[in-house]
C-alpha cells in the first residue's frame, strides 16, 4: 500500500541552524500538507501546497518557514533560523484531488532545538 | 477559538464492549470529518471519514456518525479491543484543504 515517507525520522540542532526536513508523498497525490505537533498538544496545520505554489498557510508559518517541491517527488519544509519553540513533531501528509479530502499521513520528524 | 473539540482527554472501556468518542465543531463550513488514531512518535493514521451530506458511515468495527444540527460527530467502535488503545483525533475540513484537529481522546481498552 503506497504510502507518505518522511527523512530524517529525528533531527536535533542548534538554535539559529537551518533545517530541511523532507517527506516524499504518495506518488499520484496534488496536495500537500504539513503539521505539526509540540509535545503534549494538538496536532496543527502549517500549510498547504498546490500546483507548485501555497494554497493556504496558517500564523505559524511565518517568513522563517518555507517549502518547496524541488522534483517530482519530494515536498521539503525549511525552517531558516530555528528557535527552541520549534521543537515538535513535524507531518507531512497528502491528498489525492479535490473531491479526495483524506489526508494520509507519514511517520513525522522529530526536531528538537537545543 | 477552538474550532473542533474532544470534550473527553481520555475514555477506559473493557474489551469486547463498545467505545464511543464524541468530537464538537464550531464551524459551519466544515464539510468533510475525519477520524485518525495515532499511536506516539507516529504519524496520524486515517481511519474512517464521512461527508456533510451523510449521517453514518460504516467500516468494520467502526461507525461515524454524524448530526450536523448539532454540530456533533462521534466515533463507535464495536467490539473493542486491546490493539485500539491509543490517541484518537477528530479532524474537519471545508472539502480539500486543511484540516483543524481536536486535542484528542486517549482510548485504552482494558483485556
Known amino acids: 500500500e503506497p504510502e507518505v515517507t518522511q527523512t530524517p525520522s529525528h533531527q536535533v540542532t542548534q538554535m539559529g541552524q537551518e533545517v530541511i526536513l523532507r517527506c516524499v508523498p504518495i506518488s499520484n497525490h496534488l496536495y500537500f500538507y504539513w503539521y505539526r505537533q509540540i509535545l503534549g498538544q494538538k496536532v496543527e496545520f502549517l500549510v498547504s501546497?498546490?500546483?507548485?505554489?501555497?494554497?493556504?498557510k496558517s500564523e505559524i508559518f511565518d517568513d522563517q518557514f518555507s517549502v518547496e517541491r524541488p522534483d517530482g517527488s519530494n515536498f521539503t519544509l525549511k525552517i531558516r533560523s530555528t528557535k527552541l519553540e520549534d521543537s515538535a513533531m513535524y507531518f507531512c501528509?497528502?491528498?489525492?484531488?479535490?473531491?479526495?479530502?483524506?489526508?494520509?499521513f507519514g511517520p513525522g520528524t522529530r526536531l528538537l532545538v537545543l | 477559538d477552538q474550532q473542533v473539540k474532544q470534550n473527553s482527554p481520555s475514555l477506559s472501556v473493557q474489551e469486547g464492549r463498545i467505545s464511543i468518542l464524541n468530537c464538537d465543531y464550531t464551524?459551519?463550513?466544515?464539510?468533510?470529518f475525519l477520524w485518525y488514531k495515532k499511536y506516539p512518535a507516529e504519524g496520524p493514521t486515517f481511519l474512517i471519514s464521512i461527508s456533510s451530506i451523510k449521517d453514518k458511515n460504516e467500516d468494520g468495527r467502526f461507525t461515524v456518525f454524524l448530526n450536523k444540527s448539532a454540530k456533533h460527530l462521534s466515533l463507535h467502535i464495536v467490539p473493542s479491543q486491546p490493539g485500539d488503545s491509543a490517541v484518537y483525533f477528530c479532524?474537519?475540513?471545508?472539502?480539500?484543504?486543511?484540516?483543524?484537529f481536536g486535542d484528542g481522546t486517549t482510548l485504552t481498552v482494558k483485556p
Open positions: 501546497f498546490y500546483n507548485n505554489e501555497i494554497s493556504e
Open positions: 464551524n459551519s463550513m466544515f464539510d468533510y
Open positions: 501528509a497528502s491528498s489525492g484531488s479535490r473531491g479526495q479530502e483524506t489526508q494520509y
Open positions: 479532524a474537519a475540513s471545508p472539502g480539500a484543504g486543511k484540516s483543524t
